[in-house]
């Protein structure tokens, strides 16, 4: 099948020169730690790692294909990852970026793999673009089995989120770890100016609920001096299937997926968004609901307070404290805080975050799969190694200056994610079931609030379904034949 396909593509394989050109423009500053934490990573490896002298993979070089570079620094004001650290300081190893884009990364990977110029490995996770389980048949990654043995101490507890990554009993991701998505980022001078109860407060008195962020955003929102209380891409998400603790496409045990639009939770909360909508409380161009300020940068509006909530995850705000102080207010000052999302009023009465795994799959072809195990099994030990865990927190106070606060508030977030482990699937459905999907997810929202939830599940119920028994028959086949889909 893929001698087929290479057949089809050599055209669009020859035209294509670098993927990434833009990289060239990057200069990497190699960092290191004070020789006390050095010494102290290299020191506690021992305890879960391999020795260099008994790896195949020690002193070779991966490639790592993403839109985005976790590993390398390319300023001196940045945090370095411990996880990187190991495999470069322990094993001499190195990680060579290939570069792409979130819009062109599956057609480019598809390039890379059948023009036999495959990397190693690229990014795992559940909002990602194309990963799984589309793209796993269609030939994009191999399985990690070989690599990564999910009984072994260092990976136990990541088989239950690794399941989510499985088709039969063959599984696509390395799962490193799962963290929370969505938290609620705030000025905290911002929200004095207008009287409002501090977020962080309210949630540790278990008043953060949805009615009091709805008054927020209400009393706070005023088109006329373009004051909106929500900005970017993650409310809808994070307010529908985050914080409700369900989900609109869920996975059964089988590996098959199924849609819950009678939920009531979900109701509950897109009427929210319709109510939101309606009262002027989300970032739009007039009748463009697709605009975001400042072209969707994270917290564009927030340090002016144009914008009260930039709802996105941690990495969002992570950033150079430079950054931070331009874009999201000053946080020498104490001004930035983050909360998780509230919590229905009418509910359960827990605040439920969305589960992300993250790790990472490799791709079909890769030369140095070991390597790319290698490195997963060094972000793993980071994880779960207390003397690794406490460096990174250093480097979170020491270089982007992050309060005790902050500080307690990720461990609740982290906390609340494991105790509640909800993840709801936006990644690889095909075409044509996301595109059905986003009509529910992004429907009332991106609509200006002309659709009600009602009316979504009337227009676009059947189409839905549909799409979902495509995808379900496909897995089927795929399990049964074991040939890749065209």
Same mark, same amino acid.
């Given at each position: 099948?893929?001698?087929?396909? +290479? ?13 990434? $050109? ?35 993979? %020690? ?64 990014? %795992? ?10 793209? $796993? ?29 499985? +088709?039969?009993?063959?599984?696509? %991701? ?45 009393? #706070? ?35 098959? #997926? ?37 072209? #969707? ?55 439920? +975050? ?23 099994? $060094? ?27 902050? +500080? ?79």
């Amino acid at each position: 099948m893929l001698k087929k396909l +290479l057949a089809l593509s050599m055209a669009v394989v020859m035209i294509m020169a670098l993927v990434g $050109c833009g990289s060239s423009t990057r200069e990497i500053v190699y960092l290191t730690l004070s020789t006390e934490d050095a010494t102290a990573i290299l020191a506690a490896a021992g305890i879960t790692l391999p020795d260099a002298e008994d790896t195949e993979a %020690a002193g070779t070089t991966v490639k790592w294909f993403s839109w985005y570079d976790g590993f390398h620094n390319y300023s001196e004001d940045e945090i370095i990852n411990t996880g990187y650290y190991t495999f470069t300081e322990k094993y001499g190893c190195e990680i060579e970026w290939i570069e792409t884009t979130y819009e062109d990364y599956s057609d480019d990977l598809a390039n890379l793999i059948l023009s036999s110029n495959s990397p190693d490995f690229a990014p %795992a996770g559940t909002s990602n673009t194309a990963t799984f389980p589309y793209s $796993c048949m269609k030939g994009m990654y191999q399985t990690v089995d070989d690599y990564v043995d999910y009984t072994d101490p260092l990976w136990s507890g990541m088989a239950d989120a690794a399941e989510y990554f499985a +088709l039969g009993d063959n599984h696509y %991701a390395i799962v490193t770890d799962v963290t929370f998505k969505s938290v609620v980022p705030y000025n905290r001078r911002v929200i004095e100016e207008y009287g409002y109860d501090d977020p962080a407060e309210l949630y540790w008195n278990g008043e953060w609920t949805w009615d009091v962020f709805y008054e927020m955003c209400v009393d #706070f929102s005023d088109p006329d001096e373009d004051r909106y209380a929500l900005d970017g891409w993650y409310y809808v998400n994070s307010i529908v299937e985050e914080s409700t603790g369900s989900t609109i496409i869920k996975k059964d045990e089988d590996g098959h #997926f199924y849609a819950d639009l009678d939920d009531p939770l979900i109701e509950a909360a897109e009427n929210l968004i319709y109510d939101l909508v309606k009262n002027d409380c989300v970032y739009h161009e007039g009748s463009d609901y697709w605009a975001g300020r400042d072209d #969707f940068t994270y917290g564009a509006g927030v340090k002016e307070g144009l914008c009260l909530f930039w709802i996105c995850d941690k990495s969002g705000f992570t950033m150079t404290v430079e950054e931070m102080n331009q874009i999201w207010g000053d946080i020498e000052a104490g001004e930035i805080m983050f909360v998780p999302l509230p919590r229905y009023d009418d509910g359960d009465g827990n605040y439920y +975050l969305n589960a992300v795994p993250s790790g990472y799959m490799i791709c079909t072809g890769a030369s140095n799969p070991e390597g790319a195990a290698l490195l997963a099994a $060094c972000e793993r030990f980071k994880i779960i190694d207390p003397t690794v865990i406490d460096i990174d927190r250093k480097q979170l106070q020491e270089t982007y200056l992050w309060t005790d606060e902050m +500080l307690e508030m990720l461990d609740e977030c982290n906390r609340l994610v494991q105790e509640n482990t909800i993840m709801y699937y936006t990644g690889d459905l095909g075409t044509s079931l996301d595109s059905a999907y986003n009509s529910f997810d992004w429907g009332i929202n991106r609509n200006g609030g002309s659709y009600t939830w009602a009316q979504l599940k009337e227009t676009y119920s059947d189409q839905l379904e549909y799409y979902i028994d495509e995808l379900n028959a496909m897995i089927d086949s795929y399990l049964d034949t074991g040939e890749l889909m065209e």
